[in-house]
Nanobody
């Protein structure tokens, strides 16, 4: 499995960006895929997580209503549409995939444990 992110950049507060994560070697039904954010000097945390198996998407409360996670299965690419960006959204955004245990049904829990594969990330900088 390979993951390649793109779409980061510098944007003013209130602006928008769309991040892409191109995947290869991924069987969608076997994995959950998430977007993760690492702010400067802080630990990486989950922003959004999608499970095809559960037909569900989870969002961190801080981005709910502003960010949208979508998937284009034809192109094996997922996207994170980021609107109303804030300076606190600054950081490296990475996509990661995990093959969750079959007894885990909560999408948030799928992306909260160990991640099997990571992309290298893309930097988002939101200026005030």
């Amino acid at each position: 499995v390979q993951l390649v992110e793109s779409g980061g950049g510098l944007v003013q507060s209130g602006g928008s960006l769309r991040l892409s994560c191109e995947t290869s070697g991924l069987i969608w039904e076997d994995y959950a895929i998430g977007w993760f954010h690492q702010a400067p000097g802080k630990e990486r945390e989950g922003v959004s997580c999608m499970s095809v198996r559960e037909s569900s998407t989870w969002y961190h409360h801080s981005v709910k209503g502003r960010f949208t996670f979508s998937r284009d299965s034809a192109n094996s690419t997922v996207y994170l549409e980021m609107n109303a960006l804030k300076p606190d959204d600054t950081g490296v955004y990475s996509c990661g995939v995990v093959s969750p245990a079959p007894w885990i049904s909560t999408v948030q829990a799928m992306c909260s444990g160990g991640i099997d594969y990571w992309g290298k990330g893309t930097l988002v900088t939101v200026s005030s």
